[in-house]
């Protein structure tokens, strides 16, 4: 009783910031009824099992929450939904506060966010082996990632590929004339020391400057979040930041440069458990374990795009492509 008593003075904060703060409603816990399918019901889970999933509050991680409670309903749990709490600092606070049970987490907002490292490590493998392990003395134990990379990226609209050159990775920039090194940036990314700067410095580029490596101060635009990828998609510039799972990367036609020399931070989902429930029922690793390897960068774009597009409940997208996989049935 204490523990949700605190989980539930957490939630009321953050739900209040939610209200007060960014306009945002708390997200309704129901998910549509679910069966078993490859993830079965449990045989020996005793009755009153209980685990309590959480989740941030935007799109995908809304997703991924209701994929891991329905999920755990099929398993056969009791399941307390406590996604949608606004911020990543509140859902931290509950898994290591041991008030939540579960989580879909970054490997990379792990590494810098929580544990204050000053750069992340572009190897995806290492990254979660570092994380996994600065995280045990924290209670949690980190199940491995999914191929799905949230990672930031660039990307160039689909129809002007031919036109620079059929260009694919971000090292080809550097073979373009200057006036078509043209890009399109928010303004937290054009400023971060882990950001666009640094990044140009890492392909051989430089804003200003002169000679080969030179990009026109004026072939920059700092734009909103949202509107990068508009712009981008309309031509304003060549190259737009983007996140690599957001849906509207397929939603407007964009394709992402492969960062081929390693500049970006490895950003991988993966399940976290609290090491005591994990203990307590070792089942939830297969659980997990299965669907992690289906997560991937173009399942998530499509799963984010049918919500922030199409207008639908992230639970009712978790729903259909949990069932479409296999893993649970309708209820």
Known sequence: MKRRSVAAAVLAGASALALTGCGLQP?????PA???????RIDDLPEGAHITVTSKNFTEQLVLGKIA????????????DETNVPGSVAVRQLMTGHQA????????TAWLTYMGHEAGIPDKQEQYEAVRKE????GLTWLPPAPMNNTYAFA??????????G????????DLPADQRTFCVESEFNSRADGFKPMLKKYDLQVGGSGESAIPAGNVDILDTGTVYTATDRGKCNFGEVFTTDGRIKSLGLQVLEDDRGFFPAYNVAPVLSTETLEEYPQLEDVYDQISPKLTDA????LNRQVDVEGREPADVAFDWMTKEGFISKG
Request: zero cysteines; aromatic letters at 6%.
């Open 27 to 31: 997200a309704a816990s129901f998910v």
């Open 34 to 40: 679910a069966g078993p399918g490859t993830i079965e």
């Open 69 to 80: 409670v329905l999920a755990a309903k099929a398993a056969g749990f009791d399941v307390t």
């Open 101 to 108: 049970d579960m989580t879909y987490e970054y490997t990379g």
């Open 135 to 138: 995280d045990a003395g924290n």
């Open 156 to 165: 160039v609209r689909e129809e002007a590929v031919e036109e620079l050159g």
């Open 167 to 174: 260009i694919t990775k971000l090292s080809q920039i550097a």
């Open 299 to 302: 399942v998530l774009q499509e």
